[in-house]
């Protein structure tokens, strides 16, 4: 299994209050992700980080900051939490774009609700 | 929004019976990957798919790129208990980005 771990693995939160999940590699990938998965959706891209400091938006970033500060660590902050953040957040990791297609390996998960 | 549409959503089975699932898009894509997820893990690949008509096994997965390059299939053969969980579909949007299908559910009934 790819080292790639989620902390917190639940977290039980109110609306409006801040929210940082964290995603930890020691596969020394240069691209991490963070994805949420709900019912009926699939999993959808949050946002990504293509190096140390590097990131862009996926298809549902709104609501949602990253930070990369280090390869391993890939920070997800929910400034304001709002009931519609209740999902289930995965990590994931890949290696150099180099090549066509470069398998993403996900982390464990974290579930979060937003009451 | 969602481009990929994954059929069915559920599968209710026998064990030992074959399972067939499919992905299909109204874009074009070059790549289509199947993933499963098992309960409380994140995703594991299964196939990679890069090539128009391709077909590709490993084991009892069987999964094929459609030729009009906006589909795909799953196919799993003589089915068993840890086939249970959620298969996704995917295909790239860009260099790196992901779309996922839905995910089809398959339960098995011992």
């Known amino acids: 299994d790819a080292g790639i771990t989620q902390s917190p693995r639940h977290k039980v939160t109110e609306t409006g209050t801040p929210v940082t999940l964290r995603c930890h590699q020691t596969?020394?990938?240069?691209?991490m992700y963070w994805y949420r998965q709900d019912p009926g959706h699939g999993l959808r891209l949050i946002h990504y980080?293509?190096?140390?400091?590097?990131?862009d938006k996926g298809e549902v970033s709104d609501g949602y900051s990253v930070s990369r500060s280090k390869t391993e660590d890939f920070l997800l902050t929910l400034e304001s939490a709002t009931s519609s953040q209740t999902s289930v957040y995965f990590c994931?990791?890949?290696?150099?774009?180099?090549?066509?297609?470069?398998?993403?390996?996900f982390g464990p998960g974290t579930r979060l609700t937003v009451l | 929004g969602q481009q990929l549409n994954q059929s069915p959503q559920s599968m209710f089975i026998q064990e030992g019976e074959d399972v067939s699932m499919n992905c299909t898009s109204s874009?074009?894509?070059?790549?289509w990957l199947w993933y499963k997820q098992d309960p409380g893990e994140g995703p594991v690949l299964l196939i990679a798919?890069?090539?128009?008509?391709e077909l590709t096994s490993n084991g009892r997965l069987t999964a094929q790129f459609g030729i009009t390059r906006k589909d795909s299939f799953l196919n799993i053969s003589a089915s068993i208990p840890s086939d249970v969980g959620i298969y996704f579909c995917?295909?790239?949007?860009?260099?790196?980005?992901?779309?996922f299908g839905q995910g089809t559910r398959l339960t098995i009934n011992p």
């Open positions: 994931a990791i890949s290696e150099s774009m180099f090549f066509s297609y470069n398998e993403q390996f």
């Open positions: 596969e020394n990938h240069r691209y």
């Open positions: 995917a295909s790239l949007q860009g260099a790196q980005k992901l779309v």
């Open positions: 798919l890069y090539k128009a008509g």
């Open positions: 980080s293509y190096g140390v400091k590097d990131t």
């Open positions: 874009s074009i894509f070059n790549t």
